[in-house]
């Protein structure tokens, strides 16, 4: 008595969990509270939310709303106790009602089909009925080639001047709903395996430097394994307007004092060592930085030359008389336009311009400004140029720096939850009941189908399968013509 | 001709077509039907050359400024679909695919009085927004092969859903019949609020100068009205805006007797709202949340951020399955799965739209 009252509680809980109001109302609720999150900023500075309270109540309220907010952990929302619980909710909740139903499906796709008697046919959602003249061993032939080329799995039963040939495809179709429901679970474990043993950080990397940790976003150290070096940081713009087309940098990993890897990366275009990898996410200037100027020069036709140099410093274009010397920097050169004198607009390399005072033979020493955007202007008038390479060292790359072991599991699961909706929303289970009676010179052919969806496909592989055997019938009977 | 030329052909002739759709199921001649689609069909080849000419413009202007990249490279960053008004075009591009589509499939040209409208409603949207036409370079975040194929599969489901919901609509318009009526009030609140929207839309245009209209629609969006510095304006608004959505619900009864007056079942309509959420739920699920997920951890390294995009394009994704769990096993019919295919295009609109319209995120380009 206590057990079956036990089973039954059980019974009760299972089938609670299996059920489709528990799914409704874990959808619904899903739905519901995920708003919250896109509307009060997450893990923002407290501030920021206050404020934004304060757009719907008053003042004084607004700071007390929040804190009943944050209690309630709408701040962190979808980190949450209450909205991981509905998560497991839904997790359990597909797990219980995939396990309650698949081993009905999957007797449904396994049992063997059956021959039905004419009058079952007659009823089935598609029907269809014709007469050949033809003899009852050559329609059979036909249908069942036809059949067959179709993809259709035919079976035979042989009665009195009559033959059925009863067919289905696609029959694990049905299944797909389940491998839909199973990816959305591995896309929940890899979540969890990036979540426990993965780490997302990030790393500001100046020009010429290495590193060999990279930052959580509570300041932990995170120790990579190996080193990594930014050779350099450079924003690409559009010619002519400052809209920045790449944002680059260029990486070294040096692993047991060697160098390894070294590639240029950019966004959408990440560098990849030992399960870490280094996204392009932002840049900036290094605070009091100093840095080398990176000129190439070329006497007129002559061998170009790199030189680095400091503010102050000379050189000479080989070949020539030109002497040079660096006496100004801009990031951003501009002309004002009211004042016509020239102005940084910015504190980032969107311009970045070097002065150079020339001394050229017979001429008064003049200063010009030499444009890494655009390196076209740098001729002089002897043909000789200076281009302005780069202000190097006072730029700084900023990485983010993830590993993530679940990624697999996730890509995994996307690839099988393609496959699954595919076949769960655009293939379909088919059946085909095909009946042969044979009658005085004729063979009546009578057609009956079913399908799990799309009943227009399945009526046009019945008109597609006819056509083909009656035409396949007529070419065999050619005197009759 | 420019792309322009065309797409103004094109624009012109969705809106004719909507009218004779609509002719045609008031007076049920079949030479107007076949009008119908063919005026859709005239639109649609307009649309779809100039959709070709804007990306070989953009392909040679990307190329100029890249020169390095190669053929296909170069042509999948050329792609029209940078910014919100690229974005539309499409849209509208897709809805009509869908709808031709489906129309063909199922042999009915009724529906086309219901699909048409929410294409001309989301042109009148990009006139009315005012956003930028230029062909716009393609920031570093856009620079991947996943931006092609993510949007297109992504504007299909969003089209299809766009088929739903003018049919789902359309069903609760049928179906109901006393305006005490839960289902009633839902419908005309639902079409009252997307009016007075678009309507508020138009007065942000006409109340701007030239000048603000290059800014971003995010700066001016619904500040003639009911975002508007003076607390009269926003009072007058939500008074006219409640007055408008009380005409709708005091005189929609009337629509239901033009409906039932034609050839329209609710059955079919709710037929067609099945067969477009069954094709838009795996497009949307597939190109918008799963490559969505790959590119997001290409670009930025973490495939889920619980950005609002993503999470309000998850909250979508909540609805629809709900709509075909209610549907296939709760055995849900009529209003209640008709209002919540309804709800499900109201996410999509805020997928869409909303999102960068009135809330910030990664996902910052209008797309």
Known sequence: MEDKEKKDIFDRIWNFLASVKLAVFVLITLALSSIIGTIVEQRAEPATNIKLLSKFFSDDTAPTVFNIFVKLGFMDMYHSWWFVSLLVLFSINLIVCSLERFPKTLRLVKSPLKPLSENAIKTLPVKKEVRVKTNLKTARDEVFNSLTAAKYNVSEATEENAVQLY?????????????????????????????????????????????????????????????????????????????????????????????????????????????????????????????????????????????????GESFEISGTNIKGTIVN?????????????????????????????????????????????????????????????????????????????????????????????????????????????????????????????????????????LSKASQAIEERHPEKK | MSSSTFFGISELSYFIAMATYIGYIAFRKKAIGVTATTITIFGFLNQSIALLIRWVDSYYFWVASTPATTFIESILRAAPLRNLYESLVFFVWSLVLIHLIMEFKYKNRTMGAFTMPVAALALAFIDISGTSKEIQPLIPALQSNWLLFHVLLSFLGYAAFGVSFGTAAAYLVMVTDSRKEKSYIFWTIIIGVFLVILIAMGVDFFSLTSAQRDEL???????????????????????????????????????????????????????????????????????????????????????????????????????????????????????????????????????????????????????
């Open chain 1, 167 to 311: 067919s289905q495809k696609g029959r694990y179709t049905r299944l797909g709903v389940y491998i839909v429901h199973l990816s959305i679970l591995l896309i929940f474990i890899g979540a969890i395996i990036g979540a426990r043993f993965g780490f997302r950080g990030f790393l500001n990397l100046p020009e010429g430097d290495t590193s060999s940790v990279a930052y959580a976003s509570g300041g932990k150290v995170f120790p990579l394994g190996f080193a990594v070096k930014c050779n350099w940081y450079n924003t690409k713009y559009y010619s002519e307007i400052d809209m920045p087309q790449e944002f680059q940098s260029e990486l070294v990993i040096i692993d047991g004092g060697r160098e390894v890897v070294k590639k240029t990366i950019e966004v959408n275009d990440p560098l990849t060592y030992k399960g870490i990898t280094f996204y392009q996410s932002s840049y900036g200037m290094v605070p009091n930085a100093i840095g080398d100027f990176i000129l190439r020069v070329a006497p007129a036709g002559g061998q170009e030359k790199e030189l680095r140099l400091g503010t």
């Open chain 2, 217 to 367: 629609i995010q700066s001016y969006f619904l500040k003639a009205t009911f975002r508007s510095q003076s607390g009269s304006i926003v009072a007058v608004s939500w008074v006219t805006a409640a007055v408008f959505i009380f005409v709708i619900w005091r005189f929609g009864l009337g629509l239901k007797k033009i409906l039932t007056s034609l050839s329209i079942t609710p059955g079919m309509l709710d037929e067609i709202t099945y067969k477009s959420i069954a094709i838009g739920f795996p497009l949307f699920t597939i190109g918008g949340l799963l490559m969505g997920a790959i590119w997001a951890n290409s670009a930025w390294g973490k495939y889920w951020t619980w950005d609002p995009k993503e999470t309000w394009s998850l909250i979508t994704w909540f609805v629809y399955a709900l709509y075909l769990h209610a549907r296939f096993v709760a055995g849900w019919r009529g209003k209640r799965v008709a209002i919540l295919a309804v709800i499900g295009f109201v996410a999509v609109i805020f997928t869409y739209l909303g999102v960068n319209l009135l809330l910030s995120g990664l996902h910052a380009y209008g797309g």
């Open chain 1, 329 to 465: 920097f801009s990031p951003a050169l501009t002309r004002d336009r009211n004042t016509g004198a020239l102005t940084s607009y910015s504190e980032n390399m969107v311009n970045p311009a070097v002065a150079i005072e020339l001394d050229e033979p017979g001429k008064d020493k003049y200063v010009a400004w030499f444009l890494n955007r655009y390196p076209e202007r740098g001729y002089l008038e002897d043909g000789s140029y200076i281009k302005f390479q780069d202000y190097w060292g006072v730029e700084y790359t900023g990485l983010q720096v993830a590993k993530d072991p679940g990624v697999g599991i996730i890509y995994f699961a996307c690839i099988i939850m393609t496959l699954g909706l595919y076949a769960a929303f655009f293939m379909s289970h088919k059946k085909l009941w095909v009946r042969l009676t044979s009658e005085k010179g004729f063979v009546r052919i009578a057609i009956g189908g079913s399908a799990s969806k799309n009943r227009l496909s399945l009526e046009r592989d019945i008109e597609k399968m």
